[in-house]
């Protein structure tokens, strides 16, 4: 094996020192503070990372809210057209009902109209029919003189005109 010798030793030893003084002078401060400049990057990032969370899961709390209020006001305007329609549907069968009892009173008041129409009608058919029927008789019965004079006596007698 070989053994170092005391000036190798020496040298080495000299020439690590400048070097670790020579970092510590000009690249421990540097490399420390970029260092510790990554770390607050990483620190603020991370931060940054819960905020947005946070942040996220407000508008996400903000967003069922308004989802909860949306659905409650379709409810209200749903209850409220059902409202609204029932209404109008209600609306819609008294003025309905109104007209067909309007009609029906209408056609009542016609048909009454119309019925004493046709028992006038009747009562004056029946009354010439009467009439003729009994010219016609009459006609027969009295085709002479004698039984003309004989008729006429009786309704005189008969109806108090002495």
Do not use: C, H, Y
């Not at 421990?28 to 946070?54: F, H, Y």
């Not at 006001?73 to 309007?102: S, T, W």
């Amino acid at each position: 094996m070989i053994e170092p010798g005391i000036g190798l030793l020496f040298w080495m030893t000299l020439t690590f020192a400048i070097l670790v003084f020579l970092l510590a002078k000009f690249a421990w401060k540097p490399i420390l503070g970029a260092i510790n400049e990554r770390e607050v990057t990483i620190v603020d990032s991370l931060n940054q990372a819960k905020l947005a969370r946070q942040e996220v899961e407000n508008l996400k709390a903000e967003n069922d809210i308004i989802i909860r209020e949306a659905k409650v006001e379709r409810d209200n305007i749903l209850k409220e057209a059902r409202d609204i329609k029932d209404r109008i549907v209600g609306e819609a069968k008294d003025v309905a009902k109104a007209e067909g009892d309007k009609m029906l009173e209408n056609a009542r008041q016609t048909i009454q109209a119309e019925k004493a129409a046709a028992v006038a009608d009747i009562k004056s058919q029946i009354g010439v029919l009467s009439v003729n029927i009994a010219e016609s008789i009459l006609k027969e019965k009295l085709d002479n003189d004698g039984a003309q004079d004989a008729l006429v006596a009786n309704i005189l007698n008969t109806s108090n005109l002495n």
